[in-house]
């Protein structure tokens, strides 16, 4: 029996496996930001111990740093703080770090495939839950703790538990307006949010394979959401072209399952019956199809989820008003993200606050020399800097308590994108379109 493409990650890189213990695995790529690292770095010190492998440890500012210029007043003083530790602490332990004067700065799950670090047969950690992007390129990419991120700075090595696995094919052809992200949020409505708990899920078929890496990265980022420690899709011709343009040229295709591989369970898809989907409530899995009317609550969180967003059900999404629109996030922040929406606003303007915010000053050098920018500020769009943004409301980007916003982020619990902000989670164009009318439309139209 041929093995599935998590069980060759994890057993080529196992350093000692006891039964009944967790596996210590080896770590080929640890990815760190300003947010998580600070304790540690003092737990390090504290212990007296130097990073064990700095050559394999990456760095940039993200999550905290303002996405209006850098060179005005920081809004959050704790943010600054946190970024001034960040920067004393790598060059300390001579880390590589992708500093505010950095042109190559961005959100850390976007720098790290673009730049050429994520790459097929690796392992990855970060202390940041949607490290499950990088599972794209057939990469065992997963978030960690505090703790976790001191003990792999220390060692490069990881205690973990196995996981079961799961696939999730999907097969056929996307109608138009479709993409990766309502993919993935039919998924976990289908699913639910615990639906992958202690699995790692492979994403394979047809649909899957059509997907450009933006798509996939997208895909894999909201595994997390669904529950799962991991998402992954096998290496093939689109991984080595994405690769191969960034001169990275290499045999990647043994990382995938034999074809006689077994899961532990599989969920099967057709992707022709997959519609524009957003959520309603105050997690991933509250979502409907774009032409479904809102659900009968079943339980108190669902009812207590209607109070906060000012809904009801039985109603349509369809022309629900919102106030923000917000394109964005290690979820949909990627030039082909901003292609779509380009696309979309060309001509037209937006009628609420709409924050285009580049996943990477790699993005957006590349959004500019397209003149994707031009467009989007001629729209009424505020063009901004790289960064994490409004997706975790750091440093000002906040949406207002009571306002609705449209947003390509990945998290819509109870103030996720600021105090009373109430969010619905969906693609790129779906965005773009409720910038334009004010409601939320469908992105078949």
């Not at 332990?93 to 505010?100: A, E, V």
């Not at 043994?254 to 105050?282: K, L, R, Y």
């Amino acid at each position: 029996m041929g093995r599935t493409l998590y069980e060759k990650l994890w057993q080529a890189h196992v350093v000692r496996a006891v039964v009944d213990e967790p596996t210590l695995l080896y770590i080929d790529l640890h990815l760190i930001h300003e947010v998580t690292s600070p304790q540690a770095f003092a737990g390090l010190a504290k212990r007296g111990l130097p990073v064990r492998r700095p050559d394999l440890t990456i760095a940039t500012i993200d999550h905290a740093v303002p996405t209006r210029a850098i060179t005005q007043t920081w809004s959050d003083t704790l943010a600054r703080k946190q970024v001034d530790t960040l920067i004393t602490n790598c060059q300390q332990h001579t880390i590589k770090l992708y500093g505010l004067d950095s042109d190559q700065r961005g959100i850390v799950h976007v720098i790290g495939p673009e730049l050429g670090y994520t790459q097929p047969g690796k392992t990855i950690v970060c202390g940041d839950s949607h490290t499950s992007t990088h599972g794209a390129f057939a990469a065992l990419a997963f978030g960690i703790g505090t703790s976790e991120v001191e003990h792999v700075l220390a060692t490069q090595c990881l205690l973990q538990t196995k996981t079961k696995t799961m696939a999730i094919t999907v097969n056929g052809t996307l109608a138009p307006g479709i993409s990766a992200k309502d993919i993935i949020l039919r998924i976990i409505h289908d699913i639910g949010i615990a639906g992958a708990t202690g699995y790692t899920i492979e994403y394979r078929g047809s649909t899957i394979e059509q997907l450009s890496m933006e798509g996939r990265m997208s895909l894999c980022n909201m595994s997390i959401e669904a529950g799962a420690r991991a998402g992954l899709v096998a290496a093939d011709q689109v991984t080595a072209d994405y690769l191969a343009a960034r001169g990275i040229v290499q045999d990647w295709s043994h990382w995938h399952s034999a074809v006689d591989a077994v899961f532990d369970q599989e969920i099967i898809i057709d992707a022709t019956t997959i519609q524009p989907m957003v959520t309603w409530g105050t997690n991933p899995a509250m979502s409907v199809a774009i032409t479904d009317l809102l659900p009968v609550p079943t339980n108190a969180d669902e009812q207590a989820a209607y109070d906060y967003m000012g809904l009801q059900p039985g109603q349509s999404l369809q022309h629900q008003p919102v106030q923000v629109a917000f394109i964005g996030s290690c979820t949909n922040a990627r030039i082909e993200d901003l292609r779509i929406a380009a696309t979309v606003l060309q001509g037209k303007q937006v009628n609420v606050t709409t924050l285009i915010v580049p996943g990477s000053y790699s993005v957006k050098h590349q959004a500019e020399q397209e003149g994707l920018d031009q467009i989007f500020m001629a729209a009424g769009c505020d063009w901004r800097e790289p960064g994490c943004s409004m997706c975790i409301a750091m440093n000002g980007d906040v949406v207002q308590a009571g306002q609705y916003c449209a947003s390509t982020s990945n998290r819509n619990f109870i103030g996720r994108q600021g105090n009373g902000a109430r969010t619905f989670l969906m693609s790129p164009r779906m965005v773009a379109m409720a910038a334009i009318h004010g409601t939320i439309q469908d992105a078949r139209m």
